[in-house]
């Protein structure tokens, strides 16, 4: 059974920084997507960024573009998400994404997700 177990949300002061960390079991990273996602109530899902953990590409929203890292440990079988300089409206539920055949933004194209971790960021 696949499990995708995210760890590091919390709550931060504008500008500030916080890692998220999304764990697998029964399941091992590969160059199939690897996304994270977040939402707010009454909003749509919506793509952050996504990387190949074997292959190394990636694929940010523009919204995060320079602030954002994705990155994996294929040795730990996780995968990370950098966030500095957090605004105000980076406050969501932060989900991972895993088994996605190519580098997609939409969360139509993963067929696993983790439980969600809440981010907050006050201004």
């Known amino acids: 059974q696949v499990q995708l177990v995210e760890s590091g949300g919390g709550s931060v002061q504008a500008g500030g920084a916080l890692r998220l960390s999304c764990a697998a079991s029964?399941?091992?990273?590969?160059?199939?997507?690897v996304g994270w996602f977040r939402q707010v109530p009454g909003k749509e899902r919506e793509g952050v960024a996504v990387?190949?953990?074997?292959?190394?590409?990636?694929l940010y929203a523009d919204s995060v573009k320079g602030r954002f890292t994705i990155s994996p440990d294929n040795a730990k079988n996780t995968v990370y998400l950098q966030m500095n300089s957090l605004k105000p409206e980076d406050t969501a539920m932060y989900y991972c994404?895993?088994?996605?055949?190519?580098?997609?933004?939409?969360?139509?194209?993963?067929?696993?997700w983790g439980q969600g971790n809440q981010v907050t960021v006050s201004s």
């Open positions: 029964g399941y091992t990273y590969s160059y199939k997507g």
């Open positions: 990387i190949s953990p074997r292959g190394g590409d990636t």
């Open positions: 994404a895993a088994d996605s055949p190519g580098l997609f933004l939409i969360p139509s194209g993963y067929k696993n």
